[in-house]
C-alpha cells in the first residue's frame, strides 16, 4: 500500500512516521509513506501558499493552486488515483470500520490543512472524503494525518507480528479490549487474576471476553449496539447488569420510605406564575427531607451541598431564562420505583402534582426499583400509565433519563424513548464517575454514594440540552 502526504511540515510527519513499527514496516517494504512539500508548488516568487479570507475574517486560507499541482505530481507517480482524504474537525469521526475499509485500498493520499483551513474549492474539486480525529481543533492537519497513516498501516500484512495483534484490540470488534498484565505477579498489594497463571486456554479466553464485554459496557455503551452479540453475550451482560444494580442498591442505603412524609410526596414553586409549567418527577435526587439517622438534614436533591446547587433548581434557573414567567413542579415518586409491580395503586399520592397540569415533564427516577428479579415488561406497562396519569391529554412534552447509576430499566426506558419519540438524557456514566458523586461529603455511604455538587451539574446541563 502506498500513502501520500500533502503538507507544509514534512518533516514533521517524516518524524514520527520513521520510528517504531510503522518505520520498520517501510523499511521492510510493507507500506511506502511518502511526505510531499506543498510549498514546492507555489507560484509565487516567494513560495507563499495562502492569503486572506474573501469576506474578512481572521486567520490565512491556504491557495488551491499549490495543493491541486501537488496532488497532480502525486497522481502522475501512482499507477492510479489516490483516494484523496482532507483531515478536518468538519469530518466524520473516525473509527476502527473507516480504517478497516480504507487498508484495504491500494492508494490513499491525506491532505493537512494548515492555518485557517483551505480554499474550498480545493476540496469540492479532488478531496474524496473529509474525516475527524475528534470534536476538537488542532493547529494543523499534521498530527491527525499522522495518526490515520498509523492505524492504515498497522492493518496491513506482516506489519504486526500477527492477525491476533489487532483483532483482539479495542475497537476491532466494536468492544474494548479486556485488561493486560505481566511481571511480577503482585504489585502495590495487587494480583494478577488467577484464572490468567491457570494455564486453562478456554477459561482465560472465556475469561477475557467477559471483561470485554463489561468493559464496554462501563465504559463505552454505545458500542454495543455496533458489536455482534451472541445469544450467550447478551445473557451474560443481563446477569451482570442485574449483579451491579443490586450491589449499588446495597450501597443505596436510603430507604425511599424516609425520603419524604406523605404530606410532602409534591411540592410547588412560584406556582402563581403564568408562563410554562414544568414538572419534575424524581426520587431522592430530586427532593429528600430531612433524616437524621443517615446524617441528612437538607429538604433538597440529595447529596448538593445546597438546594441552589441541585439539578432541580439548577434546572429551575435554566427554564427561567428560557421561558417567561415559569411555574414548578417536584413530585417525588420513590414509593412507586419501590412497589413498580403495584404502581397504578401509587397514583393516588400524586394527584396534586396531576393537577398541575404541566407543559413540560422532566422524568428523572428509576434508582429504587429493585433491581433482583427485575419485570422488564411489568415495569414498561406500569411506566406508560404513570405517564399517561401525569400527561392525560399528551399535551406535555416528556423528557426521559437512565439512571445515574446503571439499572436494568434504562434498556426500558431506551425503548420507550424510541416508541413514543421522547427525548432521552442518557446518565449511567456518570453514576461510575467517583468525581460525580458526593464521597467524602457525608459519613453515610448511601448518601455520599448520591451525586455531589458536579454530578448535578452534568445532569441539569444533559437534561436541559434535550429541552
Same mark, same amino acid.
Given at each position: ?15 514520527? /512516521? ?35 479570507? %474573501? ?9 488551491? @493552486? ?19 482524504? +482532507?483531515?478536518?474537525?468538519? !469530518?466524520?469521526?473516525?473509527? @476502527? ?15 493537512? !490543512?494548515? +492555518?485557517?483551513?483551505? #480554499? ?17 481543533? /488542532? ?28 483483532? !483482539? ?5 466494536? /468492544?474494548?479490549?479486556?485488561?493486560? +498484565? ?19 486456554? *478456554? ?7 467477559? @471483561?470485554?464485554?463489561?468493559?464496554? =459496557? ?8 455496533? *458489536? ?7 445473557? =451474560? ?5 442485574? #449483579?451491579?444494580? %443490586? ?32 414538572? =419534575? ?41 428560557? +421561558? ?31 393537577? =398541575? ?17 427485575? #419485570?422488564? &415488561?411489568?415495569?414498561?406497562? &406500569? ?36 416508541? &413514543? ?47
Amino acid at each position: 500500500m502506498r500513502i501520500d502526504i500533502l503538507t507544509l511540515f514534512p518533516e514533521m510527519c517524516e518524524a514520527v /512516521l520513521k520510528e517504531s513499527i510503522i518505520g520498520r514496516a517501510r523499511e521492510n517494504g510493507m507500506v511506502e509513506i511518502n511526505c510531499h512539500q506543498i510549498r514546492d508548488f507555489s507560484i509565487d516568487k516567494h513560495n507563499k501558499v495562502d492569503d486572506t479570507p %474573501y469576506g474578512g475574517g481572521k486567520g490565512m486560507i491556504m491557495f488551491p @493552486q499549490p495543493i491541486y499541482d501537488c496532488f497532480e505530481a502525486v497522481c502522475k507517480e501512482c499507477d492510479t488515483r489516490p483516494y484523496l482524504i +482532507y483531515m478536518s474537525p468538519q !469530518g466524520k469521526t473516525l473509527t @476502527q470500520e473507516k480504517v478497516k475499509e480504507l487498508s484495504k485500498l491500494s492508494n490513499i493520499a491525506i491532505l493537512c !490543512g494548515h +492555518y485557517e483551513g483551505v #480554499d474550498e474549492r480545493i476540496l469540492e474539486e479532488i478531496v474524496d472524503e473529509e474525516i475527524s480525529i475528534g470534536d476538537y481543533v /488542532l493547529t494543523g492537519g499534521e498530527l491527525p494525518a499522522m495518526v490515520l497513516a498509523d492505524s492504515v498501516a498497522r492493518m496491513l500484512p506482516g506489519v504486526l507480528s500477527s492477525e491476533e495483534c489487532f483483532t !483482539g484490540e479495542s475497537h476491532y470488534d466494536s /468492544l474494548l479490549e479486556y485488561p493486560q +498484565y505481566t511481571r511480577p505477579f503482585e504489585w502495590h498489594g495487587r494480583q494478577v487474576p488467577d484464572v490468567l497463571i491457570s494455564g486453562h486456554h *478456554a477459561n482465560i479466553e472465556k475469561w477475557r471476553h467477559e @471483561q470485554s464485554l463489561t468493559r464496554t =459496557f462501563n465504559r463505552r455503551p454505545d458500542m454495543l449496539k455496533k *458489536a455482534e452479540l451472541t445469544k450467550k453475550d447478551i445473557e =451474560f451482560l443481563r446477569k451482570y447488569t442485574e #449483579d451491579i444494580n %443490586y450491589r449499588q442498591m446495597q450501597k443505596n442505603t436510603v430507604n425511599s420510605k424516609n425520603q419524604l412524609k406523605k404530606s410532602e410526596y409534591v411540592r410547588f414553586v412560584d406556582v402563581e406564575n403564568d408562563g410554562k409549567k414544568i414538572l =419534575f418527577l424524581g426520587n431522592s435526587m430530586t427532593l429528600h427531607g430531612v433524616n437524621a439517622d443517615i446524617g441528612w438534614h437538607n429538604e433538597w436533591g440529595m447529596a448538593a451541598s445546597a438546594q441552589e446547587n441541585d439539578y432541580v433548581h439548577i434546572l429551575m434557573r435554566k427554564f427561567a431564562e428560557k +421561558y417567561k414567567n415559569p411555574s414548578f413542579c417536584i413530585c417525588q415518586v420513590a414509593e412507586w420505583e419501590r412497589d413498580y409491580k403495584n404502581g397504578t395503586s401509587k397514583h393516588k399520592l400524586y394527584e396534586d402534582a396531576r393537577t =398541575f397540569d404541566a407543559d413540560i415533564i422532566v422524568m428523572r427516577f428509576i434508582e429504587n426499583c429493585p433491581g433482583k428479579d427485575f #419485570d422488564a &415488561e411489568v415495569f414498561k406497562a &406500569e411506566l406508560k400509565k404513570l405517564l399517561d396519569y401525569f400527561n392525560p391529554d399528551s399535551k406535555a412534552k416528556i423528557i426521559l433519563t437512565t439512571g445515574f447509576w446503571r439499572h436494568p430499566g434504562d434498556t426500558v426506558v431506551e425503548k420507550i424513548s424510541k416508541e &413514543e419519540n421522547l427525548p432521552l438524557a442518557l446518565l449511567g456514566d456518570l453514576g461510575e464517575d467517583e468525581k460525580m458523586k458526593a464521597i467524602g461529603l457525608f459519613e453515610h455511604s448511601g448518601v455520599a454514594n448520591h451525586p455531589g455538587d458536579e454530578g448535578m451539574k452534568m445532569i441539569a446541563e444533559r437534561i436541559f440540552e434535550k429541552i
